[in-house]
């Protein structure tokens, strides 16, 4: 069943449904999400949120692909549906923005 839970990213709060299994997983996503966007962003405050947000996610998305040509095609299909999922929770948290 899924429940609502409030994530931080960028000093904005997200709520995502996700089911009890997947709780701790959707936090460290969050959060390493929100690392990811800091960093990307530095110094420069100005950048659309929006737009940082599918860098970050293009970044991730490559940094998958490359490990998963590294992998066995078993490991690789396992990082092409993290990707393909990570895109859906990327694009439930873009929409209610």
């Known amino acids: 069943m899924s429940e ?3 994530v931080r990213i960028l000093d ?3 709520t995502v449904g996700v089911s009890d299994e997947e709780r701790a997983g ?3 996503a969050a959060r390493m999400l929100d690392a990811r966007m800091r960093e990307l962003r530095g ?9 940082l947000a599918v860098l970050t996610a293009l970044n991730l998305a490559h940094e998958l ?7 066995t ?3 690789g299909g396992d990082a092409l549906r993290l990707i393909d999922e ?4 990327l694009d439930a948290l873009l929409a209610q923005s």
Do not use: D
């Open 43 to 51: 110094g420069n405050r100005m950048v659309a949120p929006e737009r």
């Open 86 to 89: 990570a895109n859906r929770k």
């Open 73 to 75: 095609p078993a490991a």
């Open 12 to 14: 904005r709060e997200y």
């Open 4 to 6: 609502p839970v409030s």
């Open 65 to 71: 692909q490359q490990q998963a040509t590294r992998a």
């Open 26 to 28: 959707l936090a460290s």
